[in-house]
């Protein structure tokens, strides 16, 4: 084992010139086209950024250099699959797999072997972890935004919620069932659900069937995301049903803000918001002044975070060693990001971050609403 | 009552758009037998087409118009570049031909504008509702049902009103028996991608204004839809690619309003079991072509 | 002597199959040259490959003097070339006045297409009582009258038939060999391909014999009646 490291190690060092055996090196999947390039693609800009940032200063607490080896799977799961076994074969000791759980977990089933911590970029569905537990999530799970949104949806009065979900993926099928479980143990009622499919057509019939319930629900949550979200928003306004309409940080990008009308004062969960003054107002301003592109969702520092996760990690563990990290990870209470703080202790390594409840206005901007832990007590459990 | 009305109206509404792009594959491929897997990506271009238009600040109207024409302008191009080409080529090299096409103009749209989808904001008053015996209708579907059915009432005209309408019809039947007759095969292949264009057009503008997005896969989903359609009404049978399309769209609207939520995941089949079904009692379909004895 | 068609050397493939092997075959002007042989000895092949849709692998097509080898169907139209084909091939979707419309679309003005057309309808009544109706409902001497009605929508000079009698009740067939006769003498030449040997030899005025895409005999009808190359020719497939 010990001397297929080393000699992995040499051969990285001849091939590729660049790396050195005490490089720390991180595979990243990242999809560059298909359903999960619009949350993988700001992602890894973030993180990218922020390890640049860290390899400027000397590396992982100014002492690891941390190498990157990202590969596009097209968010196709088995291409996903092999590009970790490529990664891993290349000496990967960390991977940070793509936003959604159901890549996520067939990554964490390839790193398994060898207990390669494994985290995603932004995948929220809580299940994903219980692959084993080198496996982590980074943004606030579905649970804990469904919790929090559901108790902003009661503040604000609503009773009767209709769930939109999809059985296709457990974003989109957990996301609105955790949310139903917490607004009823916050008083209010489920009075009916609809089930999609992913990339489905038409949406007239859901709407049609929503139009005519009764009772007659005051908001409709769904996790859906691009392009079902707007052609699900579009036919819904397009009845001339204006009720109100909630849903998952999948919401969080450029392209549901930009559909104008139809959008304006739709809510949804998450992760953070860059409040004037705030170190993620801060990472906002470094970025654009760096790239010239403006983070305009989550993702991106989020992406940062993760950077970050993995400096305290493999701090705490003063090792890199694949197991340790993992542990250590494990062990994080508290931890300082630019988006929010986490704790991975006691949990099952879906961090506890602060969640915040946007609302999308007229002119496609986002409006702070709310800033809330996940109160553990009526968290629904996965 | 009601629900059932306003379902079939959904249903009506997502089956011309089936029917539109059905039977552009139908008419494309009853002349030069080429199933064109590209047909999805003319749609695409003509989705791009509004955004871009709208992004240069066009008013909608002027934007929609500009999508038929992109998606015209591409199917143009397409029988130029690539299938005149490959012209009496086998169904099968046709077939591979058109995938080519599909995968490069996925990849440019991917790349050339992007991965993700691109919104398209329409008025807000584009997305209104009326009443009818208290029964509310949305703008959007009542629209999309009339431009439908203008388009096939139109094509329908043309094609047996006019010379080329007949030149249409009659290549369909017998393309070759057709050129004998000295009318130039160009023309009238041209003329099939350019209704096929067209179709794909004015399905891409409806679509659109119906979803609010544009993606790489805008077209995918949707043609292939066709697909099943222009199979179930008999390959190249233009009226059977309209009934075809109307009865997929019908099949996947009432399956999703009415089955029960333990059955949804099964919706996509249950309504290809109901495609084969049918296939099984008609193999060549709902109104198959009807070709004369040919030796 | 100038020659309506003139083939030298012709030769047709499809893929491995050697259809037409370098014949040689002329029609004269306002003549009727027959083609005779069994089926799959290569006479409807030489037909396609005069009208243009099966391009020729070498050999040469004169029409009237022209080279038109491998030329497009709509030159070779303009060249002032017709057919009508082996199964009639009428559009049956059509109606009888569309079929005759759309024949008359590719050459001359709509003003002379519509006058050929109320010619053609005297020439052949039964057109003109059916023509509203679907092509594809005729019987199938009306749907070769049709056929041959198409043909001469474009005014042609030299007339390809390919086999205008097959599966025609004996009153039709002389129906339509009488207007083979009136043609000829109307100054069309003919490219007559027919499986009733006797028939054909009786309105021609030269014959060629096919076996196995290669010519098997020639000449003066007289000559060939009776011959054994005939009889051989069509026992040989």
Same mark, same amino acid.
């Given at each position: 084992?010990?001397?297929?490291?080393?000699?992995?190690?040499?051969?990285?060092?001849?091939?590729?010139?660049?790396?050195?055996?005490? +490089?720390?090196?991180?595979?990243?999947?990242?999809?560059?086209?298909?359903?999960?390039?619009?949350? +993988?693609?700001?992602?890894?800009?973030?993180?990218?950024?922020?390890?640049?940032?860290?390899?400027?200063?000397?590396?992982?607490?100014?002492?690891?250099?941390?190498?990157?080896?990202?590969?596009?799977? /097209?968010? +196709?799961?088995?291409?996903?699959?092999?590009?970790?076994?490529?990664?891993?074969?290349?000496?990967?000791?960390?991977?940070?797999?793509?936003?959604?759980?159901?890549?996520?977990?067939?990554?964490?089933?390839?790193?398994?072997?060898?207990?390669?911590?494994?985290?995603?970029?932004?995948?929220?569905?809580?299940?994903?972890?219980?692959?084993?537990?080198?496996?982590?999530?980074?943004?606030?799970?579905?649970?804990?935004?469904?919790?929090?949104?559901?108790?902003?949806?009661?503040?604000?009065?609503?009773?009767?919620?209709?769930?939109?979900?999809?059985?296709?993926?457990?974003?989109?099928?957990?996301?609105?069932?955790?949310?139903?479980?917490?607004?009823?143990?916050?008083?209010?009622?489920?009075?009916?659900?609809?089930?999609?499919?992913?990339?489905?057509?038409?949406?007239?019939?859901?709407?049609?069937?929503?139009?005519?319930?009764?009772?007659?629900?005051?908001?409709?949550?769904?996790?859906?995301?691009?392009?079902?979200?707007?052609?699900?928003?579009?036919?819904?306004?397009?009845?001339? !049903?204006?009720?109100?309409?909630?849903?998952?940080?999948?919401?969080?990008?450029?392209?549901?803000?930009?559909?104008?009308?139809?959008?304006?004062?739709?809510?949804?969960?998450?992760?953070?918001?860059?409040?004037?003054?705030?170190?993620?107002?801060?990472?906002?301003?470094?970025?654009?002044?760096?790239?010239?592109?403006?983070?305009?969702?989550?993702?991106?520092?989020?992406?940062?975070?993760?950077?970050?996760?993995?400096?305290?990690?493999?701090?705490?563990?003063?090792?890199?060693?694949?197991?340790?990290?993992?542990?250590?990870?494990?062990?994080?209470?508290?931890?300082?990001?630019?988006?929010?703080?986490?704790?991975?202790?006691?949990?099952?390594?879906?961090?506890?971050?602060?969640?915040?409840?946007?609302?999308?206005?007229?002119?496609?901007?986002?409006?702070?609403?709310?800033?809330?832990?996940?109160?553990?007590?009526?968290?629904?459990?996965? | 009552?009601?629900?059932?009305?306003?379902?079939?109206?959904?249903?009506?509404?997502?089956?011309?758009?089936?029917?539109?792009?059905?039977?552009?594959?139908?008419?494309?491929?009853?002349?030069?037998?080429?199933?064109?897997?590209?047909?999805?990506?003319?749609?695409?271009?003509?989705?791009?087409?509004?955004?871009?238009?709208?992004?240069?600040?066009?008013?909608?109207?002027?934007?929609?118009?500009?999508?038929?024409?992109?998606?015209?302008?591409?199917?143009?191009?397409?029988?130029?570049?690539?299938?005149?080409?490959? /012209?009496?080529?086998?169904?099968?090299?046709?077939?591979?031909?058109?995938?080519?096409?599909?995968?490069? !103009?996925?990849?440019?749209?991917?790349?050339?504008?992007?991965?993700?989808?691109?919104?398209?904001?329409?008025?807000?008053?584009?997305?209104?509702?009326?009443?009818?015996?208290?029964?509310?209708?949305?703008?959007?579907?009542?629209?999309?049902?009339?431009?439908?059915?203008?388009?096939?009432?139109?094509?329908?005209?043309?094609?047996?009103?006019?010379?080329?309408?007949?030149?249409?019809?009659?290549?369909?039947?017998?393309?070759?028996?057709?050129?004998?007759?000295?009318?130039?095969?160009?023309?009238?292949?041209?003329?099939?991608?350019?209704?096929?264009?067209?179709?794909?057009?004015?399905?891409?503008?409806?679509?659109?204004?119906?979803?609010?997005?544009?993606?790489?896969?805008?077209?995918?989903?949707?043609?292939?839809?066709?697909?099943?359609?222009?199979?179930?009404?008999?390959?190249?049978?233009?009226?059977?690619?309209?009934?075809?399309?109307?009865?997929?769209?019908? !099949?996947?609207?009432?399956?999703?309003?009415?089955?029960?939520?333990?059955?949804?995941?099964?919706?996509?089949?249950?309504?290809?079991?109901?495609?084969?079904?049918?296939?099984?009692? /008609?193999?060549?379909?709902?109104?198959?072509?009807?070709?004369?004895?040919?030796? | 002597?100038?020659?309506?068609?003139?083939?030298?050397?012709?030769?047709?493939?499809?893929?491995?199959?050697?259809?037409? /092997?370098?014949? +040689?075959?002329?029609?004269?002007?306002?003549?009727?040259?027959?083609?005779?042989?069994?089926?799959?000895?290569?006479?409807?092949?030489?037909?396609?490959?005069?009208?243009?849709?099966?391009?020729?692998?070498?050999?040469?097509?004169?029409?009237?003097?022209?080279?038109?080898?491998?030329?497009?169907?709509?030159?070779?139209?303009?060249?002032?070339?017709?057919?009508?084909?082996?199964?009639?091939?009428?559009?049956?979707?059509?109606?009888?006045?569309?079929?005759?419309?759309?024949?008359?679309?590719?050459?001359?003005?709509?003003?002379?297409?519509?006058?050929?057309?109320?010619?053609?309808?005297?020439?052949?009544?039964?057109?003109?009582?059916?023509?509203?109706?679907?092509?594809?409902?005729?019987?199938?001497?009306?749907?070769?009258?049709?056929?041959?009605?198409?043909?001469?929508?474009?005014?042609?000079?030299?007339?390809?038939?390919?086999?205008?009698?097959?599966?025609?009740?004996?009153?039709?067939?002389?129906?339509?060999?009488?207007?083979?006769?009136?043609?000829?003498?109307?100054?069309?030449?003919?490219?007559?391909?027919?499986?009733?040997?006797?028939?054909?030899?009786?309105?021609?005025?030269?014959?060629?014999?096919?076996?196995?895409?290669?010519?098997?005999?020639?000449?003066?009808?007289?000559?060939?009646?009776?011959?054994?190359?005939?009889?051989?020719?069509?026992?040989?497939?």
């Amino acid at each position: 084992m010990k001397t297929k490291t080393i000699l992995m190690a040499t051969t990285i060092a001849a091939i590729g010139g660049t790396a050195f055996a005490e +490089d720390y090196v991180i595979g990243v999947m990242s999809a560059q086209s298909g359903y999960l390039a619009p949350y +993988d693609g700001p992602a890894y800009a973030g993180f990218k950024f922020c390890i640049d940032e860290m390899n400027a200063a000397g590396g992982l607490n100014g002492t690891t250099p941390v190498k990157l080896i990202v590969k596009d799977t /097209r968010s +196709d799961i088995a291409l996903g699959v092999q590009v970790v076994q490529e990664m891993l074969d290349d000496g990967a000791q960390f991977i940070v797999s793509s936003a959604d759980a159901d890549p996520t977990i067939a990554a964490a089933q390839i790193t398994a072997a060898d207990m390669i911590p494994t985290m995603t970029f932004a995948g929220t569905a809580p299940v994903l972890t219980q692959v084993g537990p080198h496996v982590f999530g980074s943004y606030p799970a579905d649970n804990q935004q469904a919790t929090v949104l559901a108790g902003y949806a009661r503040d604000q009065g609503f009773e009767r919620v209709w769930l939109v979900k999809s059985p296709d993926s457990a974003y989109t099928l957990g996301g609105p069932e955790y949310f139903g479980e917490a607004f009823s143990a916050l008083g209010g009622t489920v009075v009916g659900e609809s089930n999609f499919s992913l990339n489905q057509p038409d949406f007239s019939a859901i709407v049609t069937t929503i139009q005519n319930a009764d009772p007659a629900p005051d908001v409709i949550v769904t996790w859906a995301w691009e392009p079902d979200f707007p052609a699900f928003i579009r036919a819904l306004r397009g009845a001339g !049903l204006d009720t109100q309409v909630m849903g998952g940080d999948a919401l969080d990008t450029p392209t549901v803000r930009g559909l104008g009308d139809v959008v304006a004062g739709v809510a949804h969960s998450s992760g953070g918001f860059p409040d004037e003054g705030s170190a993620y107002a801060d990472f906002v301003d470094r970025f654009t002044a760096a790239t010239g592109t403006a983070p305009d969702n989550n993702y991106y520092v989020n992406g940062c975070d993760i950077a970050h996760m993995i400096e305290q990690a493999v701090a705490a563990a003063g090792t890199t060693d694949p197991a340790a990290v993992s542990e250590a990870m494990a062990g994080i209470e508290n931890g300082q990001g630019i988006m929010s703080n986490f704790t991975f202790a006691e949990t099952d390594r879906m961090p506890l971050r602060d969640v915040v409840v946007v609302t999308i206005t007229a002119d496609g901007q986002k409006r702070f609403a709310k800033r809330e832990t996940a109160d553990p007590a009526i968290l629904p459990q996965p | 009552m009601d629900v059932l009305l306003q379902q079939l109206i959904n249903a009506l509404s997502l089956g011309g758009i089936y029917a539109m792009l059905a039977l552009g594959l139908a008419i494309v491929f009853s002349i030069v037998r080429l199933i064109n897997f590209a047909h999805g990506e003319i749609m695409t271009f003509g989705g791009y087409g509004i955004f871009l238009s709208m992004a240069f600040g066009l008013p909608p109207l002027a934007a929609l118009t500009v999508g038929i024409g992109a998606a015209l302008v591409m199917a143009l191009s397409m029988e130029r570049v690539a299938f005149r080409a490959m /012209r009496g080529a086998d169904v099968v090299s046709l077939l591979i031909t058109s995938f080519a096409v599909s995968e490069i !103009l996925k990849v440019l749209f991917q790349n050339g504008i992007s991965a993700r989808p691109v919104p398209i904001s329409f008025p807000s008053s584009w997305s209104g509702a009326y009443q009818i015996g208290g029964m509310t209708i949305g703008v959007a579907p009542t629209v999309s049902i009339l431009v439908t059915l203008i388009s096939l009432a139109t094509l329908t005209l043309v094609l047996r009103r006019t010379a080329t309408g007949m030149a249409m019809r009659a290549a369909a039947e017998d393309f070759e028996m057709l050129r004998m007759l000295g009318v130039k095969a160009d023309r009238v292949v041209a003329v099939s991608f350019a209704i096929s264009g067209l179709l794909a057009g004015v399905a891409a503008v409806i679509w659109t204004a119906q979803r609010g997005s544009v993606d790489p896969l805008m077209g995918f989903f949707p043609v292939l839809k066709a697909f099943i359609a222009t199979v179930l009404g008999g390959l190249g049978s233009l009226g059977g690619a309209v009934q075809g399309g109307f009865v997929v769209g019908a !099949l996947e609207v009432l399956t999703q309003a009415f089955l029960p939520d333990s059955l949804a995941p099964y919706r996509d089949a249950i309504v290809l079991s109901a495609v084969i079904a049918v296939l099984l009692v /008609r193999p060549d379909g709902l109104s198959p072509t009807k070709t004369g004895a040919r030796s | 002597m100038e020659t309506a068609l003139d083939i030298k050397a012709l030769e047709v493939r499809y893929g491995p199959v050697r259809a037409v /092997r370098g014949i +040689d075959l002329g029609v004269s002007k306002a003549g009727i040259t027959a083609l005779l042989g069994a089926n799959g000895a290569g006479k409807t092949s030489t037909v396609m490959a005069v009208a243009g849709v099966v391009p020729p692998l070498s050999g040469t097509v004169s029409i009237f003097g022209q080279d038109m080898t491998g030329a497009a169907p709509d030159a070779i139209v303009r060249a002032g070339v017709a057919i009508s084909p082996e199964g009639r091939r009428i559009f049956a979707s059509l109606t009888v006045e569309e079929n005759l419309i759309l024949a008359g679309s590719a050459t001359g003005s709509i003003e002379t297409a519509t006058e050929r057309r109320a010619a053609l309808m005297e020439r052949f009544p039964i057109l003109g009582e059916r023509r509203r109706q679907l092509a594809g409902l005729l019987s199938g001497g009306e749907q070769q009258m049709l056929a041959v009605a198409r043909a001469l929508m474009n005014e042609p000079r030299l007339l390809l038939m390919d086999e205008p009698s097959l599966g025609l009740a004996p009153q039709m067939v002389d129906t339509i060999f009488g207007i083979l006769e009136e043609l000829k003498s109307e100054g069309i030449s003919i490219l007559l391909v027919e499986q009733n040997a006797a028939l054909a030899l009786e309105v021609s005025d030269h014959a060629v014999v096919l076996a196995n895409g290669a010519v098997a005999a020639s000449g003066h009808p007289s000559d060939l009646a009776g011959d054994d190359v005939l009889k051989s020719a069509y026992l040989a497939a």
